[in-house]
Nanobody, 115 residues
Framework: QVQLVESGGGLVQAGGSLTLSCAYS????????MGWYRQAPGKQRELVAD???????NYANSVKGRFIISRDNARNTVYLQMGSLKPEDTAVYYC?????????WGQGTQVTVSS
């Protein structure tokens, strides 16, 4: 059974940095393309970054050059390093497979960027 647990969110000033972690259980995740998604109030959930099992990465234009996704299969963890944060990055951040699996959604971690 796959379980994903996000952590590392918080309140940060604009221009600051945060690193999110997604700890996973389940052997299938290590071979899957994993992504970080976010959902801001009143908006649809969107994919902001993903990483293949071979560590090829892709980013949404809105975060390109500011966010870095990585994975450590030995630690069963996917990371999202976020820099030069903007108020519009405020959202609940989730990790999941790409495409997402409904049963994988966790509670997410709140990121709030103050101006």
């Amino acid at each position: 059974q796959v379980q994903l647990v996000e952590s590392g969110g918080g309140l940060v000033q604009a221009g600051g940095s945060l690193t999110l972690s997604c700890a996973y259980s389940g052997a299938s995740v290590a071979a899957a393309t994993m992504g970080w998604y976010r959902q801001a109030p009143g908006k649809q959930r969107e994919l902001v970054a993903d990483i293949t099992s071979g560590r090829t990465t892709n980013y949404a234009n809105s975060v390109k050059g500011r966010f870095i996704i990585s994975r450590d299969n030995a630690r069963n963890t996917v990371y999202l390093q976020m820099g030069s944060l903007k108020p519009e990055d405020t959202a609940v951040y989730y990790c999941n497979a790409v495409p997402p699996v409904d049963t994988f959604w966790g509670q997410g971690t709140q990121v709030t960027v103050s101006s």
